[in-house]
Every structure is written in C-alpha cells, then in structure tokens.
C-alpha cells in the first residue's frame, strides 16, 4: 500500500508539473556577427576555433506573456572542413527590460565558409526580474542567408517556477 501511494503521489506531482509547462515559438534573424576572432588550429586545412558576438532581433515570440525584443549570442565555433560544433549564451532582452538567459549547443553544416543550415538545443537558466526562476528547454532549426546571417525557428517548453 505504501509503494502504491508514493507511486500515485509522484504521478500526481509529475502530472502537475507538466500542466505548468507553457509553450513558446519565436524566431530570430541574425547577422553576420558584428565581433568574430577566428584562429586556424594548424593540424589539418580547414579546422579553426572561433569566438563570435551577434545581436539577433525577435521577429516573434514571447515568454511568460511578454515579448522577446532582441538577443546576443556569444558562442565558441569548431570548424572541420564543412561542418560546425558550437555552444555559447543568448542573453534576451524582453520588451518590459527583464533578461532571459539561454545555453545552446548546436551543429551545422558550411559551404564556402559560409553557414548554410544547422540546429540546436537549448535551456532556458533563469534571468532577471519577471524571468529569475525561469526554466525551460527546446530546440531551434537555422537557414543561412548567404551573407553571412542566418534566421533561427525556435519552439521549446518552460515555466515560470
């Protein structure tokens, strides 16, 4: 009797736990990073570790009923040949001035060393104000705009805690 209630009790708790979950979709058009430091590793053609900065506008989406305004996303690259592994920290601005705080980490593709397609997963860390206790997780799908940029299709859960 007693495993069955701590069974039922953790059903309970687990159900209510997701009924919190909010859902959210945003996307973001990227530019080129306006501040990239690259360096070739030297043991084969074609592999460096880069550092970049990029400040993405929201071109929709919200969390917690408000909107997400623009965020910057400071990551470390490895690139072999064609390909690249990344992960970094996309600070948002929401619309109300609270930050938001994801960590990513992604892969994609490259032609002529520009991006051409790639995704990632991220959790939501919490942030400041109406967003410190936030916490959530989801993934995002990039095309490269052949310039350099790329626009990011972002869907993943949270709650507001």
């Known amino acids: 009797m007693r495993k069955l209630f701590l069974i039922g009790g953790s059903v309970l708790l687990l159900a209510a736990w997701s009924l ?11 530019p080129k990073p306006s501040d990239a430091h690259s360096i070739d590793v030297g043991d084969k053609a074609n ?20 909107k997400q305004k623009e965020g910057t996303g400071t ?10 592994t990344w992960h970094g920290v996309f600070v948002v601005t929401a619309e109300n001035g609270d930050k938001i705080n994801y960590h990513y980490t992604g892969k994609g593709m490259l ?3 520009q991006f051409t397609s790639g ?3 991220w959790t939501m860390m919490g942030g400041t104000g109406k967003f410190a206790a ?3 997780e989801g993934t995002c799908a990039g095309k490269g705009d052949g310039a350099g940029g790329a626009t990011w299709d972002c869907t993943g859960t949270y709650a507001m805690k």
């Open 20 to 30: 919190a979950q909010e859902k959210t979709t945003s996307q973001w058009n990227c």
């Open 47 to 66: 592999h460096t570790y880069a550092v970049t900065q990029t400040t993405c506008p929201a071109t929709k989406g919200e969390v917690g009923g408000v």
């Open 119 to 121: 995704s990632n997963k």
């Open 111 to 113: 032609k002529d060393g």
């Open 134 to 136: 936030l916490k959530g």
């Open 75 to 84: 990551q470390f690259n490895e690139t072999k040949g064609n390909s690249s």
